[in-house]
Each structure stands twice: as C-alpha cells, then as structure tokens.
Nanobody
C-alpha cells in the first residue's frame, strides 16, 4: 500500500504561481511512476504530468501545460512536486497525485495508476 497526501493548493490570480506537493508513504520502494491529474469543475478528468520515481528524471506533460508546469521529485523526502506557473482560469481544478506500482514507464491514462491522493484545490481568478 502507498499513501499519498497533496498540499499547496489555493486561490491565485491569473498569471500567478503555486507549488503543489505530494508526499508518499508506505511501500514507496514499489513506486515506478508518479503523476498529477486534475478534475475540472463539471469537466473531464485530465492527465497533467508524470515523472519516473527512480533512475533518470523522465518526465511527460500534457500539451495544455507544457512550458508552464514542471514536475520533479525529491526521493529523500518521498515527495513529488508540481510547479505551476502562468496560471490561467482554465487551470482551476482539483489536482490529484497518483502512483503506479505495477509497471515501469510513463503513462497518461488514469487506469495505469494504483494509488491516489485526495487532491488539493487550485482556483485561478481572472
């Protein structure tokens, strides 16, 4: 089992920045990949970014956030971060982190992830 706890969300004006954190606990040595997804109000669940948990820093981003968001990890703290810059009102969502413990590689499908956090709310005002 892996437990995930997000933090760092909040209310920010358009153009602003936040740093979201996801602290992992439990059997973290089983993690292959960590990812961020978001749930927009009344919209679909969307992949945001992912990073490999060990070895090289392989990352993957949704086109909608490339150049504005950066995902990175600190294995010593068992934490993955999402730096979100140049925020837009369309970025308003609940941001959730997820862990893949059964396969290596970077995936954008929510079905590939085994454990999920509760999410942290980001609200971007115009």
């Amino acid at each position: 089992q892996v437990q995930l706890l997000e933090s760092g969300g909040g209310l920010v004006q358009a153009g602003g920045s936040l740093r979201l954190s996801c602290a992992a606990s439990g059997r973290t040595r089983n993690i292959f990949t960590m990812a961020w997804f978001r749930q927009h109000p009344e919209k679909e669940f969307e992949f945001v970014a992912a990073v490999s948990w060990s070895g090289g820093d392989t990352t993957y981003y949704a086109d909608s956030v490339k150049g504005r968001f950066t995902v990175f990890r600190d294995n010593a703290k068992n934490t993955v971060y999402l730096q979100v810059n140049s925020l837009k009102p369309d970025d308003t969502a609940v941001y959730l982190c997820a862990a893949d413990v059964h396969q290596s590689g970077i995936y954008s499908d929510r079905a590939d992830y085994d454990f999920w956090g509760q999410g942290t709310q980001v609200i971007v005002s115009s």
